[in-house]
């Protein structure tokens, strides 16, 4: 009998004692429903591999899949891109010259940028202009680490460039360092403009994103055939593989990004009157700057992860010295190649982590002039000037001694 008392503070044991029972009832009655699912299970699993075994007696197909019924889609495949290649005709002009075209204007810009940093410019065939030298290219870096995020940034990125002259890898490293110019930009600015696009209107980002699962899945191998034959072969090529390998990432981030951006600070742009343009772009991008700066690194990366593949279409640099050094087992050279890979994604990753944690710029009201103001950028270009002047009068000091 439960104590009077009791239920004056709250408490009934008659209660406690009714709902205990009512737990281990449905419990037990769990425990009787659960048994018999788990003897259908096995039963049934132990049924299949009984007959798994001995099916393949009565029923040869069951062992061996018809080719009858296998999906010829590799022939429909190859069936499409030949006729898109050799039959596609837009009236002006046809799919492949479309797509040569765009490969020789992309040609352009890396052309320009091969000769600015080591080949040099060809005026005649008895005078070239010499390129940017080793030693400005390397003090630009450091200069631009340093001003990002000191000391320890300048003396890592510096080393890691300074790797690349002593060892011998400068040329290669000039010319992979010209696709990633070219190359990270070009992604960076497609995924942003994709991305845009898909934060606005929810029914293209649930559009692109199983292409995106896709793209990103797909090995960087898979690009290389559809791509030798829309736009032949060499580094330009291989350069747009490595822009459709790099660019999902920074679709993600800016998608992501712009989600995480809070909605008290879109609606105080759009009450001082911001048009759909300047929220993009003065709002919502310095507002998601994290996110993207990591989307921005990912495209590097993934860059940097294509260069071996790429080389087996074209690209040059330091991929191909790999590549080759794999063919003829020159396993120190491959190592060395290798090796300047990794300290130029360290340097990279490293530089772009900076710009990450560098506190943006102040804009407050002052009279100094323009050296003061930007005192890394005046030293950049001073030294960028000198180097090409020394270099043209003595043409030696752009290529590193041999002897050292």
């Given at each position: 009998?439960?104590?009077?008392?009791?239920?004056?503070?709250?408490?009934?044991?008659?209660?406690?004692?009714?709902?205990?029972?009512?737990?281990?009832?449905?419990?037990?009655?769990?425990?009787?429903?659960?048994?018999?699912?788990?003897?259908?299970?096995?039963?049934?699993?132990t049924a299949v591999v009984i007959v798994s075994i001995f099916i393949p007696n009565l029923l040869p197909w069951a062992d061996e899949y018809p080719k009858s019924w296998v999906v010829p889609f590799r022939g429909w495949a190859g069936?499409?891109?030949?006729?898109?290649?050799?039959?596609?005709?837009?009236?002006?002009?046809?799919?492949?010259?479309?797509?040569?075209?765009?490969?020789?204007?992309?040609?352009?810009?890396?052309?320009?940028?091969?000769?600015?940093?080591?080949?040099?410019?060809?005026?005649?065939?008895?005078?070239?202009?010499?390129?940017?030298?080793?030693?400005?290219?390397?003090?630009?870096?450091?200069?631009?680490?340093?001003?990002?995020?000191?000391?320890?940034?300048?003396?890592?990125?510096?080393?890691?460039?300074?790797?690349?002259?002593?060892?011998?890898?400068?040329?290669?490293?000039?010319?992979?360092?010209?696709?990633?110019?070219?190359?990270?930009?070009?992604?960076?600015?497609?995924?942003?403009?994709?991305?845009?696009?898909?934060?606005?209107?929810?029914?293209?980002?649930?559009?692109?994103?199983?292409?995106?699962?896709?793209?990103?899945?797909?090995?960087?191998?898979?690009?290389?055939?559809?791509?030798?034959?829309?736009?032949?072969?060499?580094?330009?090529?291989?350069?747009?593989?490595?822009?459709?390998?790099?660019?999902?990432?920074?679709?993600?981030?800016?998608?992501?990004?712009?989600?995480?951006?809070?909605?008290?600070?879109?609606?105080?742009?759009?009450?001082?009157?911001?048009?759909?343009?300047?929220?993009?772009?003065?709002?919502?991008?310095?507002?998601?700057?994290?996110?993207?700066?990591?989307?921005?690194?990912?495209?590097?990366?993934?860059?940097?992860?294509?260069?071996?593949?790429?080389?087996?279409?074209?690209a040059g640099g330091l991929g191909f010295d790999v590549f080759m050094s794999l063919k003829r087992l020159q396993i120190g050279q491959g190592l060395e190649a290798g090796v300047a890979i990794v300290l130029l994604a360290i340097a990279?990753?490293?530089?772009?982590?900076?710009?990450?944690?560098?506190?943006?710029?102040?804009?407050?009201?002052?009279?100094?002039?323009?050296?003061?103001?930007?005192?890394?950028?005046?030293?950049?270009?001073?030294?960028?000037?000198?180097?090409?002047?020394?270099?043209?009068?003595?043409?030696?000091?752009?290529?590193?001694?041999?002897?050292?």
């Amino acid at each position: 009998r439960a104590n009077p008392q009791s239920r004056t503070r709250g408490f009934d044991p008659t209660a406690a004692e009714m709902t205990l029972a009512t737990v281990e009832w449905k419990a037990a009655r769990v425990r009787l429903i659960g048994e018999p699912k788990r003897l259908i299970f096995w039963s049934a699993l132990t049924a299949v591999v009984i007959v798994s075994i001995f099916i393949p007696n009565l029923l040869p197909w069951a062992d061996e899949y018809p080719k009858s019924w296998v999906v010829p889609f590799r022939g429909w495949a190859g069936d499409s891109m030949n006729w898109m290649v050799k039959e596609l005709d837009f009236g002006l002009f046809t799919f492949l010259e479309a797509t040569r075209g765009f490969a020789w204007l992309l040609g352009w810009p890396f052309d320009f940028t091969n000769w600015l940093l080591w080949e040099g410019f060809e005026i005649s065939k008895q005078k070239t202009l010499p390129g940017l030298p080793w030693f400005a290219l390397v003090g630009c870096v450091t200069i631009m680490s340093y001003a990002i995020a000191g000391w320890r940034l300048a003396l890592l990125s510096g080393g890691c460039f300074l790797y690349l002259v002593v060892f011998g890898h400068w040329n290669s490293a000039m010319m992979t360092v010209s696709s990633l110019l070219l190359a990270v930009p070009i992604g960076c600015v497609l995924g942003l403009l994709v991305g845009s696009v898909a934060y606005r209107y929810r029914y293209v980002e649930a559009a692109i994103t199983p292409l995106l699962d896709f793209m990103q899945t797909v090995p960087v191998f898979a690009y290389l055939v559809p791509v030798i034959m829309l736009f032949s072969f060499g580094p330009v090529p291989a350069l747009i593989v490595m822009v459709i390998y790099a660019t999902p990432p920074m679709v993600r981030a800016t998608i992501l990004g712009f989600k995480l951006v809070s909605p008290e600070i879109v609606e105080f742009g759009r009450m001082t009157g911001c048009s759909p343009r300047q929220l993009t772009w003065k709002v919502m991008i310095p507002s998601a700057r994290p996110t993207l700066m990591v989307g921005v690194n990912q495209v590097i990366m993934l860059s940097l992860n294509a260069v071996i593949i790429a080389s087996v279409i074209g690209a040059g640099g330091l991929g191909f010295d790999v590549f080759m050094s794999l063919k003829r087992l020159q396993i120190g050279q491959g190592l060395e190649a290798g090796v300047a890979i990794v300290l130029l994604a360290i340097a990279m990753d490293r530089i772009t982590r900076g710009f990450l944690t560098k506190p943006p710029p102040s804009h407050e009201v002052t009279k100094a002039n323009f050296v003061r103001r930007h005192p890394y950028l005046v030293a950049a270009i001073a030294l960028i000037t000198g180097s090409l002047i020394l270099a043209n009068l003595v043409p030696t000091v752009s290529e590193f001694p041999k002897s050292w």
